[in-house]
């Protein structure tokens, strides 16, 4: 994070490709190796590295492709990537995300259906609001989502595994959710208590 003034430069477009697909697609067995490409090409802009600092499943989605390039900062280009709301932290800057970018990270598709404009959100892998909520997110990464990561990929390597809605990620990923939400809520006031005592 840099101190800095804010300042109003336009966010640079960074997502060429259209996610939008006509009714009745149907991804091949190609597809998913398109997803890559255009995953990979996003992560070699420096701002977009920002995604494993994030944790979660984007970590998990970047970190194979970003291996030992960690950023620990923000980017060159922070000026025209940084979260310039009129709510945003006055005092630093630090790279943020558009939803074209988060999209093209987790392989979001829309996809029309047969009424007019309408269309169906589809896609490789949960979005970070979809993981969040889910029964896996224990505010780290465990064995658990390891497994449940590297069998979704082995599935969609072998064809056996498709483009999901997100009424199925979050049946999918439903597991524990109620005592994952339990878990996480003593954490934080245990926290709490203990940040009050110093």
């Not at 336009?10 to 991804?27: A, H, K, L, M, T």
């Not at 067995?29 to 984007?58: F, S």
């Not at 829309?110 to 009424?115: G, I, K, N, Q, S």
Request: glycine share 6%; hydrophobic share 35%.
């Amino acid at each position: 994070m840099f101190n800095t003034a804010h300042t109003s430069i336009p966010r640079p477009i960074s997502v060429f490709e259209s996610n939008r697909r006509p009714y009745g697609w149907q991804p091949d067995k190609y597809e998913y190796m398109d997803y890559e490409r255009r995953r990979n090409r996003l992560l070699k802009l420096p701002h977009v590295r920002v995604a494993v600092a994030q944790g979660g499943i984007l970590w998990r989605i970047c970190k194979q492709e970003l291996a030992s390039d960690i950023p620990s900062g923000p980017s060159i280009d922070v000026h025209f990537f940084a979260d310039m709301s009129s709510d945003a932290p006055r005092n630093y800057v630090f790279d943020t995300l558009s939803q074209e970018e988060i999209d093209t990270l987790c392989g979001v598709y829309h996809v029309l259906t047969d009424r007019g404009e309408q269309t169906t959100i589809l896609s490789w892998w949960p979005t970070p609001h979809l993981w969040t909520t889910s029964g896996l997110d224990m505010g780290y990464w465990t064995h658990s989502n390891e497994q449940v990561f590297q069998s979704r990929l082995r599935k969609i390597r072998e064809g056996e595994a498709t483009l999901l809605t997100a009424r199925k990620w979050k049946g999918d990923l439903k597991f524990y959710k109620n005592q994952t939400r339990k878990f996480i809520g003593g954490v934080d006031r245990e926290c709490v208590a203990l940040v009050s005592l110093l």
